[in-house]
Every structure is written in structure tokens, then in C-alpha cells.
């Protein structure tokens, strides 16, 4: 059985990253993540951090939970990127390591996301975050 699970994080407001494109120049970017997981659900997304590394790529990190009683195997989070105008502008994907989150256990994950099918990160508004396992 496959299983699925949107998440929306309105915990995670605003969060502020500053890409730097040369080592003069800096540019502020900043943009929501959510999740519309419940507090007291089986899977959670306790917290997610977002930063943009040395060469420009994009990261969001954080750690899924397993409050269930049963594992929950190849855990993908999928991230949808979103402009200002709610289009989507593009989609990435990871597993958590490890890829199954036993109950009572909490594996990371580090979405990295870079220029991929012509997005920016400039261009990122917000980004909903989907939890998919079997």
C-alpha cells in the first residue's frame, strides 16, 4: 500500500537566504515553505531549515518522523516551487537517509535544488513540500 501526505509548514513564515553570485555581488532572497501535516500525525515534518551553499545550489533540510507503529519505507519528499503568481516553476525531489523511518525514529533528508528546467532561485516564492512512502 502506498500511502501520501501534502505538507504545509505556516510555522516556517518567512525564511531569509542570501545567495552569493560572485564575491562582490549578493542578492536577498527569501520564500515561504509549507506544510499541512498535523502536529499530532503518524508521519511529521517537525522542521525544515533552507540555505543556499558556496556554488549557488539550494538547500532544504530537515528530518521526517515516525510516530506511527509501522515503518514507513522509501521516504520521498517531493518540493514544488512556486513563483509570486502561484505557477509552478519547478518540481525536486529526495529520500530521507535512511530511506525507511522506523517507528519512533527520525531520518534526515537535504532536498538540493539548484537551476533546474529554467527556475531561479529569485524566482521561488514559496514551496510545498509532499511526503510520499510506502
Given amino acids: 500500500m502506498k ?6 509548514v505556516p510555522a516556517m513564515a518567512l ?9 562582490l555581488t549578493q542578492f536577498a532572497m527569501a520564500f515561504s515553505v509549507f506544510t499541512d501535516n498535523p502536529t499530532n500525525g503518524t508521519i511529521n515534518l517537525p522542521s525544515v531549515s533552507v540555505s543556499v551553499d558556496s556554488i549557488g545550489a539550494g538547500h532544504i533540510v530537515g528530518e521526517v518522523t515516525n510516530r506511527g507503529t509501522q515503518p514507513a519505507t522509501f521516504m520521498e519528499i517531493i518540493a514544488t516551487f512556486y513563483n509570486s503568481q502561484n505557477l509552478v516553476i519547478g518540481t525536486d525531489n529526495t529520500f ?7 517507528p519512533g525514529q527520525a531520518n534526515p533528508f537535504d532536498l538540493i535544488f539548484a537551476y533546474n528546467d529554467g527556475m531561479t532561485i529569485s524566482q521561488i516564492d514559496h514551496v510545498k513540500l509532499h511526503l510520499d512512502w510506502r
Avoid: H
Avoid at 525564511?15 to 564575491?23: E, G, P
Avoid at 530521507?96 to 522506523?102: E, L
Fill in 3 to 8: 500511502y501520501k501526505i501534502i505538507l504545509i
Fill in 15 to 23: 525564511l531569509t537566504m542570501i545567495l552569493a553570485i560572485s564575491n
Fill in 96 to 102: 530521507t537517509n535512511p530511506s525507511t523511518v522506523s
